[in-house]
């Protein structure tokens, strides 16, 4: 995957009558992966199951007791009652319980990812590879004892599954945490930046497979893509603007302002202004980027890249600029006819120190 030796994992799901396969390659086994399959398989076959048979995996069951009963997890209870099926989870050490599914993992990597497939990303090998590959497995393979295909059974099996519901299951793990200091929430030992006005709430942070949202008092505040490292800082500039709009001289130094998502634009065109206007060239340079709520980053960077162009370092020149991107002022220079006809003779007379000399010592300065 990007031309690194990857390791993945499998969610693999197969239908009890028709044995159509269902397979998403996740990087982590952890419990949103877990659940985001769910999500994926069920959309996939158009329908839901109106049982399901599971090993005692972690991500499911808490708890075993007696018999057959089991305590499940909190969140994979939630998407039962979502999607509306039953869970039959199978006696220790009894794979013969699963036969169709026990080897599946096996199955794929044998026949679909032998030899490495070459990919630029999880969504490519999940949409280019597994996916077609699950498709064409259908149209080929035999339903064992019958002489029909997977897709033929599949055809009528898809009339029974339940509907899928209006809308698809959160697939998260949520936790609350407090906003620090730093105006971040840490999820899975990183760190995820919040608008600074939220510095010492509690609020609700929801971890997805590829993104973390971050809710407070039921409004959506940051969303971010999920950082993979650890003890990482990832930052939103504009969730700062605010404070450094009260401490124009940190800009400089922000750690919000170095980020890779940062365009080298930003940085290059506030050297400039700082250069020429020192403290306040940072206090006008953080009131520009303001704008880009109101306008969008692109644009913004648009502005920035023809002000590098014009040498225009001002912050009412960039407002122009602005102005013009999105066309609520002309693009033409100001028509001849409306300037004073004598405006061009206005000059400037050039100092002449001698009488500043004669108003010091007299006389005619000499």
């Known amino acids: 995957m990007g031309g690194a030796l990857t390791r993945v994992y499998l969610f693999c ?8 396969k269902f397979v998403r390659a996740y990087g982590s086994q952890e419990q949103e992966s877990f659940l985001d399959g769910f999500v994926h398989a069920f959309e996939y076959f158009g329908g839901v199951p109106a049982v399901g048979l599971f090993d005692n995996l972690k991500t499911a069951v808490v708890k075993m007791l007696s018999g057959r009963n089991r305590e499940e997890q909190e969140s994979f209870a939630a998407l039962r ?91 998260c793990r949520i936790c609350t945490v407090k906003v620090s200091k730093m105006s971040t929430v840490t999820f899975d030992t990183n760190q995820y930046s919040v608008p600074c006005v939220y510095v010492g709430q509690t609020v609700w942070v929801k971890g997805f497979v590829d993104r973390v949202i971050v809710v407070a008092q039921n409004e959506v505040i940051a969303t971010h893509s999920r950082c993979r490292g650890r003890q990482q800082m990832v930052l939103e500039l504009d969730h700062y603007l605010e404070v450094l709009l009260k401490k124009p001289r940190a800009v400089r130094d922000a750690r919000a302002m170095h980020d890779p998502r940062v365009p080298d634009v930003v940085r290059r065109v506030h050297a400039q202004m700082r250069a020429r206007q020192h403290a306040e060239g940072d206090r006008l340079f953080v009131r520009f980027l303001l704008l880009h709520r109101e306008i969008g980053m692109k644009r913004l960077c648009q502005a920035l890249e023809e002000a590098e162009r014009t040498r225009t370092y001002h912050y009412e020149g960039l407002h122009d600029l602005v102005m013009k991107l999105t066309g609520e002022a002309p693009d033409s220079p100001l028509d001849a006819s409306t300037v004073p006809a004598d405006l061009a003779a206005y000059c400037v007379q050039k100092v002449n120190v001698r009488m500043y000399d004669r108003l010091v010592h007299g006389g005619d300065g000499q």
């Open 13 to 20: 799901m197969q239908l009890s009558a028709s044995r159509k």
């Open 81 to 171: 009652a979502h999607y509306v099926f039953e869970a039959e989870f199978c006696n220790v050490r009894s794979g013969n319980e699963k036969g169709q599914v026990e080897n599946l993992v096996g199955y794929v990597r044998r026949n679909a990812l032998t030899p490495l497939v070459e990919v630029a990303s999880l969504e490519d090998l999940n949409s280019r590879i597994l996916l077609s590959w699950c498709d064409r497995v259908a149209e080929t393979d035999r339903v064992p004892h019958t002489d029909e295909t997977v897709a033929a059974v599949y055809t009528r099996e898809k009339e029974a599954l339940h509907p899928l519901p209006a809308q698809p299951f959160e697939a």
